[in-house]
């Protein structure tokens, strides 16, 4: 069995949503003056590498706390999208030829190759989105989640249509993958435990891509 981390560090000068607080690390307790470490850590809900649950978007929808914990686990397939240039956009005909794929699967994982501008200016920029038209065709599908190696999946500073399409059908999104491309080509299990929040919207995750 290997274990991938699909997982970015969360660090005060990680790249943050634009108009988001980034996150604050304060040392609560240190081992020179309490005899041991604790961190007291302040940080929206939508940090990192995290999961938007239904609740992000609707009153009414599921939480990281009510949602059931399986649904944070299952059959994953990335499928790779590297070979689109900037401002490209994912469109239903390229998702076809991988129906199959997709309808045996619990989480699909688009892969852009955006994660290496990760601490660049341009990791907020023209990376590549789905349109609504996708979006749709993903959220007929009976998926766990989508996950993505870009920030939104939704162009930044545009209207949320797509988190709104997934979302309404109860498909978790998640956001600010890493080293997803190890994971191209092979059979793994996917993994995004969020903390048990209660009435969360998201919540950073750590996750990870198992092959058996």
């Not at 949503?17 to 302040?42: N, V, W």
């Not at 401002?87 to 076809?96: G, Y």
């Not at 990760?118 to 599908?141: R, T």
């Not at 190696?149 to 162009?155: H, K």
Request: glycine share 6%.
């Amino acid at each position: 069995m290997k274990v991938y981390d699909l997982t970015h560090i969360i660090e005060e000068s990680m790249p943050v949503y634009p108009g988001t607080d980034s996150p604050r690390l304060f040392p609560a307790c240190t081992i020179e003056k309490d005899g041991f470490k604790e961190t007291l850590i302040t940080m929206v809900t939508h940090t990192g590498t995290h999961i938007d649950c239904p609740k992000h978007l609707f009153q009414s929808g599921e939480s990281t706390d009510n949602k059931d914990i399986s649904s944070f686990f299952g059959k994953g397939c990335v499928l790779d999208f590297s070979f689109l240039k900037e401002e490209a956009v994912i469109t239903k005909k390229l998702l076809l030829d991988a129906e199959n794929t997709i309808n045996t699967s619990d989480f699909i994982i688009l892969h852009t190759g955006w994660a290496r501008f990760w601490n660049f200016p341009k990791y907020f920029g023209n990376f590549p989105v789905l349109d609504n038209q996708a979006a749709q065709y993903l959220s007929q599908f009976n998926l766990k989640g989508i996950g993505l190696d870009t920030i939104s999946l939704d162009p930044v500073n545009h209207e949320l249509t797509n988190h709104k399409i997934v979302l309404s059908k109860n498909i978790c999104i998640i956001e600010n993958l890493n080293n997803t491309d190890k994971l191209i080509g092979k059979e793994f299990l996917f993994t995004c435990l969020p903390l048990k929040i209660r009435n969360g919207d998201g919540s950073p995750v750590r996750a990870a891509g198992i092959v058996l």
